[in-house]
């Protein structure tokens, strides 16, 4: 299993202002991504993040509001850009280490709170 | 659309008693399924399961698939209140690894 650190763990924003959360594994990971969990909902996936070129967007989700980076195999970025109250969501960054047999491992999470 | 269905929604148990949560799933290029815990933010991996019939067993959980029907249990015995949480069934439908989640079974274990 890949051991994933993500930060910050939980923050509280205000409205139109921008929060980056950081994501890193311990180990090289063939894929990352990037999922959200509004209050009382399932798991979204926003996008996957590509190394060394722009990430591939789900449906809904665009690069102005949520710009991702992934410089390098073991890091990413998500960027939560002029926040609302209804970006107020855990942010999950998610890897896995092989193929699409391998199973998908989750990092620590991120609480938002946009007033 | 792919789809993923759980149930029951949540759930109110005794300390000792067996539980079965479901999940149904319609997708159009199924390559597993995957169950999930969360306790608190970062759902911990159960089990992912690839073939019918075989169940995977890790101590008091059990997870079976059936892919004729399109659904697999998750069985928990002998419950314990560390196992109150949200109870998540997910799908790999092979598009580049992503994965569909179900809505959750909230599961509470009371003494």
């Known amino acids: 299993s890949a051991v994933i650190s993500q930060k910050p763990s939980r923050d509280i924003c205000q409205r139109g202002t921008s929060l980056t959360i950081q994501c890193q594994v311990d180990s090289q990971v063939t894929m990352m991504f990037w999922y959200r969990q509004q209050p009382g909902q399932s798991l979204t996936l926003i996008a996957t993040a590509n190394q060394g070129s722009e990430a591939t967007y789900e449906s809904g989700f665009v690069i102005d509001k949520f710009p991702i980076s992934r410089p390098n195999l073991t890091f990413s970025t998500l960027t939560v850009s002029n926040m609302s109250p209804e970006d107020s969501s855990i942010y999950l960054c998610s890897a896995i280490r092989g193929g699409a047999s391998e199973k998908l491992f989750f990092g620590s999470g991120t609480q938002l709170s946009v007033l | 659309e792919d789809k993923v269905v759980q149930s029951p929604l949540s759930l109110v148990v005794h300390e000792g008693d067996t539980v079965t949560l479901n999940c149904s799933y319609e997708v159009t290029n199924f390559r597993s399924l995957l169950w999930y815990k969360q306790e608190k933010k970062a759902p911990t991996f159960l089990f992912m399961l690839?073939?019918?019939?075989i169940e995977k067993k890790s101590g008091r959980l059990s997870s079976i698939l059936d892919k004729k029907e399109l659904f697999s249990i998750l069985n928990i015995t002998a419950t314990q209140t560390g196992d109150s949480a949200i109870y998540l069934c997910a799908v790999n439908t092979g598009t580049a690894s992503k994965l569909t989640f179900g809505t959750g079974t909230r599961l509470q274990v009371t003494l």
């Open positions: 690839t073939s019918s019939g």
